[in-house]
């Protein structure tokens, strides 16, 4: 019933052991796996309008959108009939979920989903409702809680936390709307907050483009100073920069004799990652974005920064994907919902580390081209001690970043990073706006110490072919003669 494991916090079993007793429930433990699961997920879609107060709204969304086809024939004693099943409902959750409320959770984290199908895999009535109602339920639909208990962190001498629980708060939208509606995100993203800090969340993480749509997060700073808030591109950063330096070592490539390019480097994560390399003191570094004055004025600004640090390097501002053709290495770090990059601005050999959300090279271009590594950015490999328990059972998403934390014990570095700091009691704001460099360092050491660890080479959900590694690796050795 409860996917990873049975939570002891969940409301869900609670549910099932006390009601057991009341007609009502005595046919659910007659119903099938499946049948319960959908139970499951539809008690933790309630929560959110039950804590925001807005019931009746959520009454109204399901009554005329979700069912409205099924309902459309029907006289309005059966819809009042089933208006006040739903009524119903949330006067059983009740109980239960103010019980949340005396468990407080350490930390909340707030992601999207990247693609329309990752969606609609989740929310597959959806795929039954006419494109106009879908879009209604889309507009008018709530955060969907999940719950998260991580135990059995190994803790350093010194530090007496080993478990951390949270809340997954999952805004039922994708990106390409939210970044076309800023009406839409500036209302679904503040009530995803609300919520966690209904639920007791004293740090909130920001996942996929959260953080982008918030000015760095300090938007919502502002809204709700009484959190902290932290968008994991600091650990995300730092953990870039690590990759590069494994695939350097396994293609054996010198940095000091290469180029390498940064595309959104007038970014948060970019501009990082900028700062880092340049400490390796490449050849070349390739400052690349969009043609914008905003992107010019930070690219500028940026260039003096690392000529200060490192003076050797050269460094070109560009705003043109054929300048990639010069590089070796290739760093990937952009807001864009679609695939930007094409095999052909690609030269042999060369390495991309795509940390995009979703991915800004198409996986087209890794069976098109055997002569290129493209690399998952930002993924981290959580302690092995460590056991996982989720309330809800989720489905495989591609680009949402908890979703392979229960499956393989790796996450991306905007849910490591809230982990990590809910484990050192983090209660400020850390890393918002341009992540600093430093921070970068600082939070790299504090996961370390508690077992986290780069995850193995991967694209795509799957490891990269030793062949490939190979291949790139007998053309860099020619290059570099």
């Not at 993480?205 to 918030?214: E, I, K, T």
């Not at 864009?336 to 996986?363: C, H, M, Q, W």
């Not at 570095?413 to 209660?427: I, K, M, P, T, W």
Request: glycine residues 6%; hydrophobic residues 40%.
């Amino acid at each position: 019933l409860m996917g990873s494991g049975d939570s002891i916090y969940s409301i869900v079993s609670v549910i099932f052991k006390i009601q057991s007793q009341k007609k009502l429930f005595q046919k659910l433990f007659f119903l099938s796996l499946k049948e319960k699961r959908a139970i499951v997920d539809e008690i933790y879609e309630m929560i959110a309008p039950f804590l925001l107060d807005e019931e009746d709204d959520y009454i109204e969304l399901v009554t005329e959108v979700k069912y409205r086809k099924e309902l459309k024939n029907t006289n309005n004693k059966v819809k009042t009939f089933f208006r006040r099943i739903l009524k119903e409902k949330f006067a059983i959750i009740a109980p239960f979920v103010n019980r949340f409320l005396t468990q407080r959770g350490d930390f909340g984290y707030i992601v999207h989903y990247g693609y329309e199908e990752d969606l609609y895999r989740e929310f597959n009535f959806l795929h039954k409702l006419p494109s106009s109602y879908a879009a209604s339920w889309r507009k008018g639909s709530y955060p969907v809680v999940n719950e998260i208990i991580v135990k059995n962190f190994p803790a350093p001498r010194g530090m007496k936390k080993k478990h951390v629980k949270g809340w997954i708060i999952f805004i039922t939208n994708y990106t390409k709307e939210l970044l076309l509606d800023s009406r839409l995100r500036k209302r679904k993203i503040p009530q995803a907050v609300l919520l966690a800090q209904k639920l007791g969340a004293k740090l909130i993480g920001m996942g996929g483009l959260v953080a982008s749509f918030a000015q760095g997060g300090y938007e919502l700073s502002r809204m709700f100073p009484k959190v902290g808030f932290t968008t994991g591109h600091a650990y995300t950063i730092g953990n870039i920069i690590e990759i590069a330096k494994n695939i350097s070592n396994h293609i054996e490539l010198n940095i000091k004799k290469s180029t390498v390019a940064v595309v959104g480097a007038a970014g948060s994560i970019g501009s990082g990652c900028a700062k880092l390399l340049a400490e390796s003191h490449p050849k070349r570094i390739i400052l690349l974005d969009l043609s914008t004055f905003n992107a010019q004025t930070k690219l500028n600004e940026l260039t003096d920064y690392i000529k200060k640090i490192s003076g050797d390097v050269e460094v070109t501002v560009s705003f043109s994907f054929s300048d990639l053709k010069k590089a070796d290495l290739i760093i990937v770090a952009t807001n864009s919902p679609t695939s930007i990059i094409e095999a052909k601005y690609l030269k042999r050999g060369a390495v991309i580390i795509d940390d995009s959300f979703p991915k800004n090279i198409s996986e087209n271009a890794l069976k098109k081209r055997k002569d290129i590594v493209i690399l998952e950015g930002g993924i981290m490999k959580l302690p092995l001690s460590i056991d996982i328990f989720w309330a809800r059972n989720m489905p495989d998403l591609m680009d949402v970043p908890v979703t392979r934390v229960a499956s393989c014990k790796e996450t991306y570095g905007c849910l490591a990073e809230a982990l990590v700091l809910s484990l050192y009691q983090q209660r400020k704001n850390y890393g918002l706006g341009y992540a600093d460099a430093n921070l970068a360092k600082d939070i790299l050491t504090k996961a370390k110490r508690i077992g986290f660890s780069l995850a193995p080479l991967q694209c795509f959900d799957e490891a990269v072919e030793e062949e490939r590694i190979k291949r790139v690796r007998q053309i860099v050795k020619r290059r570099q003669k």
